[in-house]
């Protein structure tokens, strides 16, 4: 069955430094995505990244950046220039593939949630 | 453009009580996820309509809890009766065709004393 960890229940970062949020997962299939979302204190899910398994490049959203290692089954989160408004808990999810009947369902990791110090 | 819309945001019953949360998904939208938010099972997915069908309820906990999308505009989570462990938050997502994205409603935290 496919699943997502993350092992990092809580992180702290300095304002303005790089932080590295990790995800690895685990999937026989060859064909998935992976998502970041994050989830401040106000409670909404925000949509921050994807990145394809087919997909050579890393992706890349503004500070945002996914280091996908497939051989490595992981998908780290990397944000740049930290800010205040970046402390949340952050979530890792990956999606099955789907078939004719079937979309493919949003697994989730069990979050990291990131402080970050002035 | 508005967003998923969820309501109530807050709703607060007694056990027993039967339980409507509401969500709006983005218009054009064909697929519409409800998840369910705890601190020990973190976030979970419930069920997924396509089409107004409903595609997989493999998630839904048990048969108390049901839902229904009538329309395109559209779906209900109900819980009937409710009990203090559905106290969650429960998140509605919608999104199109083969999609590399879900967007999510602000959630109905629910509490069941």
């Known amino acids: 069955a496919q699943k997502i960890t993350q092992t990092q229940p809580g992180m702290f970062v300095q304002e303005k430094e790089a932080v590295t949020l990790d995800c690895t997962y685990d999937?026989?299939?060859?064909?998935?995505?992976l998502f970041w979302y994050k989830q401040p204190s106000s409670g909404e899910m925000i949509f921050l990244i994807y990145?394809?398994?087919?997909?050579?490049q890393n992706a890349t959203e503004g500070r945002y950046s996914l280091n996908f290692q497939k051989a490595r089954k992981s998908a780290n989160l990397v944000i740049s220039a930290s800010q205040l408004g970046d402390s949340a808990m952050y979530f890792c999810a990956m999606r099955e593939p789907g078939s004719t009947s079937n979309t493919g369902k949003l697994i989730f990791g069990q979050g990291t949630t990131l402080q970050v110090k002035p | 453009d508005a967003g998923v819309i969820q309501s109530p945001r807050h709703e607060v019953t007694e056990m027993g009580q039967e339980v409507t949360l509401r969500c709006k998904p983005i218009s054009g939208h064909d697929y519409l996820f409800w998840y369910r938010q705890t601190m020990m099972r973190g976030l979970e997915l419930l069920i997924y309509f396509n089409n107004n069908v409903p595609i997989d309820d493999s998630g839904m906990p048990e048969d108390r809890f049901s839902a229904k999308m009538p329309n395109a505009s559209f779906s209900t989570l109900k819980i009937q009766p409710s009990e203090p462990r559905d106290s969650a938050v429960y998140f509605c997502a919608s999104t199109l065709g083969d999609w590399n994205e879900q967007f999510f409603g602000p959630g109905t935290r629910l509490t069941v004393l």
């Open positions: 999937t026989s299939d060859q064909s998935y995505g």
């Open positions: 990145q394809g398994s087919y997909d050579e």
